[in-house]
């Protein structure tokens, strides 16, 4: 499957082998923090919780209202073979995006993933889901402030909803494994997810950050040029 939206969304499927390898992957983590070795001098703290809508902290209470999951955070430099091929796919699908909507790329400030945030697994059991209508950059938070795009991949079927909604583009996807999607992150794209009575979900989910440095980090132009991708940083685990 494939689609291109006029609206700058677009998405197709991956290997769905490489789904059924971030699903292992989740389920191997018990809740709580875990330091995530990315370097024999450096780690992650990750945490796998119940899932927290933007602005909501440790303490706060869950509004389960809004968004009810398990989340697990995922560094894009983890030394996991599962999550180096899923990143060398997502990639791909990035550079078909840039082909279709080659205007993501006038920004002269570098811009992939890796420089500010891990991305997400969840996990959706039957009558849990994104219930609240939100978008991807909403308020001053100094992370979420540098968000570019932002991409989402179903990681197996859902036949009894599940899928995803998108409320000003009047477009509705059903969830189905590989599905890969990016989309630009403002109010203009706002989303929810569909609920499944019956089914779990499980989604990968992440962000195109703008990054720091031209010093650190390849220009949009190399990054086209030499289809490399999002993939600035040059300690960033890549199968090759």
Request: charged share 25%; aromatic share 14%.
């Amino acid at each position: 499957m494939e689609f291109t939206h006029h609206e700058f969304l677009y998405g197709r499927k991956i290997d769905p082998d490489i789904c059924d390898g971030l699903i292992e992957y989740f389920e191997e983590f018990p809740l709580g923090i875990h330091r995530i070795p990315c370097s024999e001098e450096t780690y992650w703290l990750c945490h796998k919780r119940e899932g927290r809508l933007a602005g909501q902290n440790s303490h706060d209470a869950l509004d389960k209202s809004g968004k009810q999951s398990i989340d697990l955070g995922v560094p894009y430099y983890v030394k996991d073979e599962r999550v180096a091929i899923f990143n060398k796919q997502l990639n791909q699908v990035l550079d078909d995006y840039c082909h279709k909507f080659p205007d993501c790329e006038l920004s002269h400030q570098p811009w992939g993933n890796g420089g500010y945030e891990m991305f997400n697994i969840q996990k959706y059991k039957p009558n849990e889901g994104f219930r609240r209508w939100h978008c991807e950059r909403s308020s001053m938070n100094a992370t979420t402030v540098t968000r570019h795009l932002t991409w989402m991949t179903y990681l197996n079927d859902v036949h009894d909803g599940g899928g995803t909604e998108w409320h000003n583009q009047n477009l509705k996807l059903k969830a189905q494994k590989g599905l890969t999607v990016i989309w630009p992150v403002d109010w203009t794209y706002t989303h929810r997810g569909i609920v499944s009575p019956t089914e779990t979900k499980y989604i990968a989910t992440g962000w195109f950050n703008y990054l720091p440095s031209e010093d650190k980090y390849q220009s949009p132009l190399e990054r086209f040029k030499d289809k490399k991708g999002f993939f600035f940083s040059d300690n960033l685990f890549v199968p090759r």
